[in-house]
């Protein structure tokens, strides 16, 4: 009998092939022995978010919203920041275009609801301002 070791898909078989009086062969699977698989990983502790001002409750106050659909290329401020009206607080891209969101009034960041990278549809809520 020989024996051949085949690999599929990352996956290692070992075959017995047995050849009859020249002509036909009888392959038999043989049992394979697979490493052991690598003990998972621990998730690191998360680290704790800096409270968001006692001011404005989260999500509270003036909504910033996406004027068309895109991808939200970053968010310029995060939660607890304090913004000037018409400070750039994001940046939209639409139809290969930049498009800066400025904030539509002074105060503080209260809710970022949207990631970097994002897609967004129109009138979508970005981020709010208390």
Not at 9 to 35: F, N, Q, R, W
Not at 99 to 119: F, I, K, Q
């Amino acid at each position: 009998m020989k024996y051949l070791r085949i690999t599929l898909e990352g996956k290692t078989y070992e075959v017995g092939v047995e050849v009859l009086d020249g002509a036909s062969a009888v392959a038999a699977p043989a049992p394979v022995a697979y490493a052991p698989a690598a003990a998972p990983v621990a998730a690191p502790a998360p680290v704790a978010a800096a409270p968001a001002p006692a001011a404005a409750p989260a999500g509270a106050g003036e909504k910033v919203t996406a004027p068309m659909a895109g991808i939200l290329l970053k968010a310029c401020v995060k939660v607890g920041d304090t913004v000037t009206a018409g400070q750039e607080v994001a940046v939209l891209e639409a139809m290969k275009m930049e498009t800066s969101l400025p904030s539509p009034v002074a105060g503080t960041v209260t809710s970022v609801l949207v990631a970097s990278g994002t897609s967004v549809t129109e009138g979508q809520v970005l981020l709010t301002i208390g």
